[in-house]
């Protein structure tokens, strides 16, 4: 069943050159699969979430099949998957993803807590540093600007309407904040490895750039 899930979402998402693909989908069902176990939750359930939480982003696909969740629902329907099962699975996934995070929604379930979690992890590390210049050469905005500083205070209409000027920007404005958004233990302890090195590289890049302001600007942001 899972197995068959995931076709159609590699059917979807293999093209995307967004950092959206089904290497992020697979990083994200593993990582949920890990924390799964640790937390001791269903992993069934944990896979269809993990498998099926990008296959109606905004971004992709428009804000109507967000909102309607129209692609994970075809996908479960044939599928088979049964109908208790579903509705578990489109309640997490209506509350999965920073832009809903910030109009108010978290999940409420564990499994939808464990894909949050590790979704939010794949933005941090090695992976969310590739994944945020993937999405600004997309997007024809440059990596680091020192004329151009973060949007503070962002809200949701603001983050979904406009992609970050630069890709640092877009360091400061989400990515640097999901440490601190973890909805379980396994997730914070992972976010947080994760998070160092966002920090170590802003560092390296804020030298090696001659860009003390900016090294400043760290300073006061992680205190």
């Known amino acids: 069943m899972v197995q068959k899930v995931r076709n159609q979402v590699f059917e979807l998402l293999s093209s995307d050159n967004s950092g959206h693909n089904m290497d992020h989908i697979d990083r994200v069902l593993r990582l949920s699969l890990k924390f799964a176990e640790q937390e001791h939750a269903n992993a069934e359930v944990v896979s269809l979430i993990a498998l099926l939480h990008d296959v109606d982003d905004y971004k992709l696909f428009g804000k ?123 997730g914070k302890k992972e976010a947080e490895a994760r998070h160092q090195i966002i920090v170590d590289f802003l560092y390296h890049l804020f030298d090696e750039e001659n860009a003390p302001e900016w090294t400043e600007y760290l300073d006061n942001y992680l205190n």
């Open 64 to 186: 109507e099949n967000a909102e309607n969740l129209t692609n994970a629902k075809k996908i479960m329907s044939d599928c088979m998957i049964d109908l208790e099962t579903q509705n578990l699975v489109l309640s997490s996934l209506k509350c999965i993803g920073y832009s809903k995070l910030l109009k108010g929604f978290r999940p409420e379930t564990f499994e939808g807590k464990i894909v949050s979690d590790a979704d939010m992890c794949d933005a941090l590390g090695a992976n969310g540093i590739i994944r945020v210049y993937t999405y600004s050469i997309k997007n024809k905005r440059p990596f680091f600007d020192k004329s151009i500083f973060q949007i503070e205070n962002m809200t949701a209409d603001t983050y979904t309407s406009k992609c970050a000027d630069t890709s640092v920007c877009h360091l400061f404005e989400k990515i640097l904040k999901l440490k601190n958004l973890m909805l379980t233990d396994s």
